[in-house]
């Protein structure tokens, strides 16, 4: 890591609007694009898992990833793309602010500018004459442009009846001090006015008259701190008040210690409609919202309410539930009345801001109708379950009703997009179909032959577990392989498809998200046809198990491909094996029960040593007859701890714990 962050980014707003007019949303972005711009949300939504898991260091690396992964985009983006990354270099900027106060140095953000932007002059980027938007302006904190917002603090009309001294000061205190006031937790102090305004080393944090933008109320608002969540909704409404009406200062010396005063009067609560009914759907209703309006919130509400490091708001859409009870200003459905519901009049921009914001594209008319349809009928469900997030639901829905064709066509433009953004630099590519699979990648074209006809052979392997149709049906769709001549070229694939890191040691895997489904390699002139088939076995297994159904979980399928590869009578040297074994044996002893191997709380490769295992148990002579019952459950429909219970006789979870006695002794 780098030193700490030690700058703000300031938006010139007025040369924008003159520079820019109406051009912002003028055009669409690319299918390469929105990908560009997903794979950035998923990457900073990894990043505030990791936060919220207090894994601070990996949240840390999870934005530097994010900021490289918008660096590489933006080589061959347009100016649409970069007004997209919007509202992800908005909250990579708070990411920083949180990350600093825990102490995580992370790089500096640069504001990327568009490819042509590099052949104008100095003078024309100065002057404006370049024909090309105006960049941001980047001041380092150490020497900042001005002095900070209200260092010296106007005296307060008491804007909506809110005093610092008296109301906003005791929160700060009571709720912040041991940190934060009487403390200078990761070089933040706010032990006065002076010094809240003056902001944190990573910038400033209370911004007056911009409650969206102050990182003080951001930080609450995500649940980041304080660490224990101790501040009310009313005290939450207190602070934006004060924010929104200057963040003026009510005291005789904004130097002055804080204190707590004698108590909070808090502003009153705005009057807040109870949360309407869920109702589920009767058939009878022309719009279905699984199918036709989930959609639409998560390709238009992800990174700021859907999957959010902070909601905007209060607003959460991930799933039904969450989004019928609405946000900070109450439902924003009004079943049966779609012109009086906050939503239908908050897409219009008929009240406050319109959404989605942050630069994206404002709905259509025709989705907004759509939308107020689905509310007139009565806002039904028409999903698995009210606790479903939306993303899968979608998902579902497309799957259920698409054709093995259709399935295969969306994961072919899918996998030409994302080779796209991988391979930036413009290198050859090449593609071609068989039966079950559409290969592509930067591999040699005779590699991607011998890839293809080594994965139709190793099938084999799949078909002794899955009972399926052939050629398109075997996955529900034709199966991805990207091919890839260099381990470099599979990690930077990893790192900006799938926003991680694969192992050091991985040379293959396999992915099933619910549409797409993909096996990723590393395959070169050089390698042996045995080397090849040998990568594959294992992922082709995996995926054609994880593709009986939605909820088919990882460890699962995982367990059951490398259980399958361990039987293959593929050659492994001994000490390969010995070191298998010892893993397999260290994460037994680290596993305390089956709730912390299915809540993913150990680490991943402990996590797949021991999915192996237990897969092995299931499929032994004794209990084969139990796996091929859930295999068929699977194939016929049912959810997979249905399916688990029907051919076991007991829950996953129950099975887990009674193999865990069993190897423990």
């Keep these: 890591m780098t030193m700490p962050m030690r700058f703000l980014v300031l938006t010139v707003l007025v040369l924008q609007a003159l520079a820019w007019g109406g051009l912002a949303s003028a055009a669409e972005l690319s299918a390469r694009e929105k990908r560009a711009v997903e794979t950035v949300n998923q990457t900073i939504r990894t990043a ?13 690396e999870a934005i530097t990833r994010a900021m490289d992964q918008i660096d590489i985009a933006m080589k061959v983006g347009s100016a649409e793309l970069l007004e997209a990354f919007e ?13 600093e106060l825990e102490g995580v ?28 938007k105006p960049e941001m302006v980047i001041f380092d904190i150490k020497d900042p442009p001005s002095e900070p917002p209200n260092a010296t603090p106007p005296k307060s009309d008491f804007a909506a009846g809110v005093s610092f001294t008296q109301h906003v000061a005791p929160i700060l205190v009571g709720r912040c001090g041991r940190c934060h006031v009487t403390g200078s937790k990761g070089g933040f102090n706010m032990a006065n006015y002076e010094a809240l305004m003056k902001g944190s080393r990573a910038g400033v944090v209370v911004f007056p008259g911009d409650v969206p933008n102050s990182v ?48 909070v009067a808090a502003v009153d609560e705005p009057t807040k409609t109870a949360m309407p009914e869920i109702k589920q759907a009767t058939g009878k209703e022309t719009v279905s919202f699984a199918g036709d309006i989930a959609p639409l919130l998560v390709e238009a509400c992800k990174g700021c309410h859907i999957d959010a490091m902070q909601t905007r708001g209060g607003l959460q859409l991930d799933t039904f539930a969450r989004m019928m009870r609405g946000g900070d200003s109450g439902p924003i459905i009004s079943p049966g009345n779609a012109a009086d519901s906050l939503l239908v009049k908050k897409l ?47 998902k579902l829905a497309w799957m259920k009703k698409a054709s093995a064709s259709e399935i295969s066509a969306k994961r072919k433009a899918d996998a030409e997009d994302d080779l796209k953004l991988v391979n930036a630099s413009g290198g050859e590519m090449h593609s071609l179909s068989t039966d079950h699979f559409f290969v592509t990648g930067t591999a040699s074209k005779p590699t991607l032959e011998l890839v293809a006809a080594k994965a139709e052979e190793e099938l084999k392997w799949a078909k002794t577990i899955v009972d399926a149709a052939e050629g398109e049906e075997f996955f529900h769709g034709k199966a991805t392989l990207f091919v890839m001549p260099r381990r470099y070229d599979y990690s930077e694939f990893a790192k900006m498809i799938e926003a991680r890191d694969v192992p050091s040691d991985w040379n293959a895997h396999w992915k099933f998200d ?27 297994v995996s995926l054609a198990v994880a593709t009986r159904g ?16 361990s039987k293959s009578g593929t050659k492994v040297d001994r000490d390969a094996k010995r070191r298998e074994d010892a893993e397999i044996s260290a994460a037994v002893v680290a596993m305390k029960d089956a709730k912390q191997f299915l809540g993913e709380k150990l680490k991943p490769e402990q996590t797949d040593r021991i999915s192996m295992a237990i897969a092995a148990s299931m499929m032994d002579r004794g209990r084969r007859k139990n796996f091929d019952a859930l295999m068929r459950n699977l194939s016929d429909g049912l959810p997979f701890d249905q399916a688990f219970q029907t051919a076991f006789r007991a829950t996953p979870a129950a099975y887990i714990t009674q193999w865990l006695k069993w190897v423990k002794g």
């Design 550 to 565: 939605m909820d088919v979980p990882r460890w699962f399928a995982e367990g059951v491909g490398a259980s399958v590869y």
């Design 514 to 540: 619910g549409i797409n489904a993909y096996i990723a390699l590393v395959a070169t002139d050089r390698d042996e046809d045995d080397e090849i088939a040998d990568r594959l076995i294992s992922p082709l």
């Design 87 to 99: 509202p992800a270099m908005k909250r990579i900027s708070t990411a920083h602010a949180l990350l």
């Design 48 to 60: 505030g898992i990791e936060y919220k898991a207090r894994n601070f260091a990996a949240a840390g």
């Design 216 to 263: 003080l109320v951001e930080v609450i608002e995500s649940g980041a701190m304080p660490p224990n969540g101790s501040v009310s909704a009313q005290e939450l409404l207190t602070l934006k008040t004060w924010i929104n009406g200057g963040a003026k200062f009510d005291g005789p010396d904004p130097t002055a210690t804080l204190s707590a005063g004698s108590g």
């Design 105 to 132: 140095a992370v790089p500096p953000f640069r504001r990327p500018t568009l490819p042509s932007a590099n052949n104008a002059s100095a003078d024309d980027t100065a002057t404006g004459t370049s024909g090309e």
């Design 348 to 394: 219009r921009g008929m009240v406050g801001e319109r959404m989605p914001a942050g630069g994206r594209p404002a709905f259509s008319e025709d989705s907004i109708q759509l939308i107020s349809t689905w509310i007139n009928e009565g806002a039904t469900l028409d999903g698995a379950s009210k606790d479903q997030p939306l993303e899968v639901m979608s």
